[in-house]
């Protein structure tokens, strides 16, 4: 009856005026936050729209991130057609859209070959599975009116020690010299550089003169107005919470939270030690961590074949992108299974450090689960006419695997293949 009386279309697309029923209006606001919750896991790439759908993490529609007009062909154009031989068609993507959007893209693992289907999973839980207190989360959560809750800095993408700042910054447990004053650790609390005014933490990341004029060589053009045009608590929260890229290939969370680290850090060694003089452009010294760290955490997929007498066989390594550890380990074994089927091998021992990936193939997972598709491929290959098996290795007795990491890191994007080892280079990894 109510599918009747209201739905025309699509459930989840249709109305809740006011002439509906309370039912109906409560069952809309649910359908509506099933549509703003869910993404999809990639497949075979035939069910999603490329430009329109949420499908690659941490990021809205790419529609929103586009570089350049998009002809309606393009809008149209599912993830399938971006895809060939289970590998990305990077020259479409370039110059379309932000480099760490397309970093992002070519660390999705993809098999059209073995025709996993895309499927629409719950993208507020780790496992896929729809939960009502995410849901609950969710439908609270306004962008217009920001929350004061800061439990969600722990899963963005920062280096662990500015991570742990900001927690600091955020719960006011900085001792700037008007907490220091209270505790009776001073008795000045102006502001050591500026001399004026009193040094709050709001005065110290973006009230000093100093300091202003650090934001506005990071955000060159911007006018002060732009930059800080909120109020001290929702300024954090919306630059915090702001995914967008701004900078080549950076959102804009991990700039400003590199910033502030940078400013506090400055402001310490101002106070504490009389011989520090800050960096002529504290802006490029902040940008330049930003790319090293960046680059360190590039999606590296590597491994070396050797024969039970530790002799080299071969090696491999990728550079996929940008990604998490895991799905860096998963694509590793799965590049490495598919090289050593191709090489002719029968019997294959693999060793990985990462006992979360041994779990995943070793276990049956659910089609909504992130990872289903690669954990499929590799079981897959495992399944063919060889004896495959994989074990936990620890990294300490895996001496190959930084020097892999070091190396991949000087590579262009795709699967490099080494027949000799590289000069100065350790042993370790996939038995034959």
Known sequence: MLRVKYCKDDVIASSDGSSCSN??????????????????RVGNGDSIKFWTNAWVPNFSPLLVHAILPLSIEQVHENVADYLMS?????????????????????????????????????????????????????????????????????KLNLPPKVSHFLWILLHGKLLTNDHRAIEGLTMDISCD???????????VFRGC????????????????????????????????????IVINKWSNYLIFAVALWFIWKGRCEHVFNANFKLPTSL???????????????????????RDDNYNWLGGFAMNKGVGSAIEAEMSGIFEGKSLAWKAGYKKLVIETDSMSAVHLLNATLPQNHHLFSIAQACRNFMEEDW??????????????????????????????????????????????
């Open 283 to 305: 802006g490029k010294v902040i940008l330049t961590y930003v790319v090293d760290w960046f680059s360190s955490t590039n999606t590296l997929d590597k491994g070396v074949f």
């Open 86 to 154: 289970s590998e990305w068609k990077v020259h479409k993507l370039i110059g379309v859209l932000p480099w760490g959007v397309i970093q992002s893209i070519l660390s999705i693992h993809v098999d059209i070959n073995h025709g996993v289907p895309d499927k629409a999973i719950w993208g507020l839980s780790k496992n896929g599975d729809f939960s009502v207190r995410s849901a609950y989360e969710l439908h609270f959560e306004k962008d217009d009116v920001p929350l004061w809750e800061w439990s969600f800095i722990w």
């Open 23 to 40: 039912t109906w209006r409560w069952f809309s606001l649910g359908a509506r936050l099933l549509k703003k919750g869910m993404k999809w």
């Open 209 to 244: 003169n100093g300091v202003i004029d650090i934001w506005e060589d990071i955000w060159k053009g911007v006018s002060k107005n732009v930059l800080f045009n909120a109020e001290w608590k929702d300024w954090l929260l919306q630059n915090l919470k702001r995914n967008r």
């Open 387 to 432: 004896s495959c098996l994989i074990c936990h290795g620890y990294r300490e007795s895996n001496r190959v695997a930084g020097s892999l990491a070091n190396l991949g890191h000087s590579l262009d994007l795709g699967t490099s293949v080494f027949e000799r080892p590289p000069p100065r280079f350790p042993f370790f990894s996939m038995k034959i």
């Open 193 to 203: 550089r500026c001399k004026a005014g009193c040094e709050n933490v709001e005065h």
